[in-house]
């Protein structure tokens, strides 16, 4: 039969505004994180990582912040703009190298 | 800046046929990562090499299999085709030797199977 996909939590923003989605992952002694961008029908895109040994870290537009004491990723991407919207998945990098990814946000900018 | 090359972007194949996927890695890269992308789902970890040798596996079936060439392209070679199987495959390069920094997907390529 068909199937259907999962239901993405949604973050709804208006342009300008900063936006910042959440993220949890699920291995302590990961030290890795790599935040992606993925529109629609296309690969996902880097857009930021960081090192278990960092807390922080920011680019353009963008900051990633690290917790490893609760697992918890947050990227903040300030002044959103249409062409930021998109589904965004936070993913840990697991043994041999593979990316276990956690649940993507899909993100919506109104104009 | 070179980035990881998929083809074909776009596959249509009958059940039970069999496809071939392809990918170039970015220069230098020393391991390549296969992943399958259902709709409004994350992508799933299938296969991965290092240096030419299968160094990982993960929810690929026994109807799937892959290998890395001299040239350090890998194809993933799918037999028997489902139609569970219409899903994005995207192909992934990174450098082991450095932290696994500059992990980059390429663009997938769509398989319908019909």
């Known amino acids: 039969g068909e199937s259907v996909g999962l239901h993405l939590p949604t973050l709804s923003v208006q342009e300008g505004d900063n936006s910042i989605i959440n993220c949890a992952y699920s291995?302590?002694?990961?030290?890795?994180f790599i935040w992606y961008k993925q529109e629609s029908g296309k690969g996902p895109q880097f857009i930021i990582d960081?090192?278990?040994?960092?807390d922080k870290r920011q680019g353009q537009r963008v900051t990633v912040l690290l917790n490893k004491t609760v697992k918890h990723l947050s990227l903040q991407i300030a002044a959103t703009q249409p062409g930021d919207s998109a589904v965004y998945f936070c993913a840990e990098i697991g043994p041999g190298g593979k990316l276990i990814f956690g649940q993507g946000t899909e993100l919506s900018v109104k104009p | 800046a070179a980035g990881v090359i998929q083809s074909p972007r776009h596959l249509i194949k009958e059940k039970r046929e069999t496809a071939t996927l392809k990918c170039y890695p970015i220069?230098?890269?020393?391991?390549v990562y296969w992943y399958q992308q259902g709709p409004g789902q994350d992508p799933q970890f299938l296969i991965s090499?290092?240096?030419?040798?299968?160094?990982d596996k993960g929810s690929i079936p026994d109807r799937f299999s892959a290998q890395q060439f001299s040239d350090y392209h890998s194809e993933l070679n799918m037999s028997s085709l489902e139609l569970g199987d219409s899903a994005l495959y995207f192909c992934a390069s990174s450098s082991r030797k450095e932290g696994y920094y500059g992990y980059t997907f390429g663009s997938g390529t769509r398989l319908t199977v019909v």
């Open positions: 220069p230098r890269h020393d391991t």
């Open positions: 090499f290092y240096e030419k040798m299968q160094s």
């Open positions: 291995n302590s002694a990961s030290d890795y």
């Open positions: 960081i090192r278990s040994n960092m």
